[in-house]
């Protein structure tokens, strides 16, 4: 499964091309230009966030944009905040990596400092453009109108009814979450459930959707899709896919805060349906630690959810860590095995994390363990809760069956 984000999430950015045409000029670390070194860079791991109606605070489309801001872009880089990248090397690979190497960095670094030259556009070497946007949807979702998150409250939490009408069991294999307000939509959970029972719910409840808290509120419904901010779409591993029954309804949860705006919301949903069943029918399987106290002040506050012994054995294909703002590290383990480790918390990039390699295998009788650690700098205690002020000890895992 490959996540696509600013950098995931749940972000997959291409690679450069590898190896060098004959006669192809090649990267220089002592004099690094525009087009020679710096534009292949941008191109691949910067511009499909910097871009117009991007997340990016500015615009990377043109040289003029990166000379404008290169003293910017060489601090963050060198400060390696971009291209945003939490897990860390030493524990696993995983796929795409958007990680700049040292010598990219320097070269970047180079480059501003030499005045951000231009040089010449017969040196430009030929690169792919960063993948940003689902491709080849099977169809674009949404519950049908704008909605208007609540004036009395800075956390809403609202679900919507989707009828994605389909006719026949579908393997789910790729989506994309397109939040319309973006200051404001702080997360979304996607949810199959049978149709009866979320139209019963829906119908329940006057105006657009229902108010609904940590879930969809509806019976027998199946967590099948995430999005955080840092996301853009999430490609499954190949042969992999989450079922979608003839029939069932999609449910989208949404967590509105307020705090920067209120504004009429319509964001959408792109998903992609495989040809022919999958031959690995995947699950999205959490686990969590709600018990948690962090005391006013309390640095380095930690918790661990665990899964306790797995009963059967589960191959592990991806794994996202969640928490909110206070976060410091989260470091997941399997018995003695590093899954992921997030040495510096970032809020605003997280995503599903595929592995570089086949997966991890996990046998009967493992326990899965998520370690959380926040620094809390407000005078009150925090604990567990869907706000923005409040924190999460969450993992999530897309699994098969081994």
Not at 276 to 300: H, M
Not at 353 to 366: A, N, R, S
Request: a negative charge; aromatic letters at 10%; hydrophobic letters at 35%.
């Amino acid at each position: 499964m490959k996540t696509y984000g600013p950098g995931l999430s749940l972000l997959i950015l291409p690679w450069l091309v590898a190896g060098c045409v004959s006669g192809e000029s090649t990267p220089s670390d002592e004099n690094p230009t525009w087009y020679r070194d710096i534009k292949p860079l941008v191109s691949q791991r910067c511009e499909g966030c910097h871009t117009p109606h991007g997340i990016g605070p500015f615009t990377l489309s043109s040289y003029d944009d990166a000379k404008a801001h290169a003293a910017a872009i060489a601090d963050s880089v060198q400060a390696r905040r971009m291209p945003p990248w939490m897990p860390s090397a030493d524990c696993q690979q995983f796929a795409p990596d958007r990680r700049l190497s040292q010598q990219e960095i320097d070269r970047v670094v180079a480059w501003a400092k030499n005045g951000a030259p231009l040089g010449n556009q017969a040196d430009e070497r030929p690169t792919l453009p960063q993948k940003v946007s689902l491709d080849n949807p099977s169809a674009t979702l949404d519950w049908g109108s704008a909605y208007t998150p609540s004036t009395t409250k800075s956390d809403d939490y609202h679900c919507f009814l989707i009828d994605p009408k389909l006719q026949k069991d579908q393997d789910l294999i790729a989506y994309e979450f397109v939040p319309d307000q973006r200051h404001e939509v702080h997360h979304a959970l996607i949810f199959s459930a049978p149709m009866s029972d979320a139209q019963a719910k829906d119908a329940a409840t006057p105006g657009l959707g229902w108010p609904c808290s940590g879930s969809s509120d509806v019976k027998n419904a199946e967590l099948v899709a995430t999005w955080v901010p840092g996301e853009t779409f999430t490609e499954f591993p190949t042969g992999t896919g989450i079922r979608i029954g003839a029939g069932k309804a999609l449910i989208a949860q949404l967590h509105y805060n307020t705090r920067h705006g209120i504004a009429p919301d319509r964001s959408t949903l792109k998903v992609r349906y495989s040809e022919r069943p999958v031959p690995n029918r995947a699950s999205i399987l959490p686990i969590a630690n709600t018990t948690f106290v962090i005391g006013p002040k309390q640095q380095g506050a930690t918790a661990v959810a665990t899964s306790g012994p797995l009963p059967i054995p589960l191959k592990v294909w991806g794994v996202f860590p969640h928490m909110h703002e206070m976060g410091r590290t989260g470091t997941v383990v399997a018995g003695d095995r590093c899954m992921i480790e997030i040495p510096k918390w970032q809020f605003h990039w997280q995503q599903m994390y595929f592995y570089k390699d086949d997966g991890i295998t996990l046998p009967k009788g493992t326990e899965v363990k998520y370690t959380c650690v926040w620094d809390n700098p407000s005078d009150r205690s925090v604990r567990f809760g869907e706000g923005t002020e409040d924190e999460m000890c969450i993992a999530f895992f897309y699994t098969t069956l081994y």
